[in-house]
């Protein structure tokens, strides 16, 4: 168990958890993550807990945790999401292949720039046409 949790983290670059392949959970809450190199979790093949909620993710290389066939419990929520339809598809192709795994799924929401605010919208509530996600019946949260 490693708990790195409430630091100042803003980066992983890739190299931070090589040689760790016993590690079962990892928990990165509440850091200042905005960037996640794609070969970070690689070598954590024993990996059943990873906590990245309340970070500043917009987008993160979700597919790649679906190597870790270990993993049953993954935080996301209270990132700064990405509404672009190449990252949405992505990460909900995530959600509907690994599922019951991302644990705070329903409190997963995108930002979408509208008239330059930038207003949290719910992933189910997001849909994609061409390049652009379109919001139906936008709440705000």
């Known amino acids: 168990i ?3 949790e409430k630091n100042i983290i803003e980066e992983l670059s890739g190299e931070e958890f090589s040689g760790l392949s016993q590690l079962v959970e ?3 809450q509440d850091n200042q993550i905005s ?17 990245l909620d309340g970070n500043l993710l917009t987008t993160f290389p979700a597919m790649q945790l679906m190597q870790n066939h270990n993993l049953v419990s993954v935080y996301l929520a209270e990132n700064i999401w990405s509404c672009d339809c190449q990252y949405l598809s992505q990460l909900t192709t ?9 644990m705070d799924e329903t409190s997963l929401t995108c930002q979408a ?5 930038l207003v949290p919208v719910s992933l189910g509530r997001a849909r994609c046409q061409d390049s652009v996600a379109m919001v139906t019946k936008m709440s705000v949260k």
Not at 35 to 51: C, E, K, M, P
Not at 94 to 102: D, G, H, I, M
Request: aromatic share 8%; glycine share 0%.
């Open 35 to 51: 960037r996640i190199a794609r070969q970070t979790f690689a070598d954590l093949t024993s990996l059943s807990v990873l906590r």
């Open 26 to 28: 990892l928990y990165l």
């Open 2 to 4: 490693l708990h790195l």
């Open 113 to 117: 720039d509208v008239i330059t605010d």
């Open 94 to 102: 995530y959600l509907e292949v690994s599922p019951n795994t991302v």
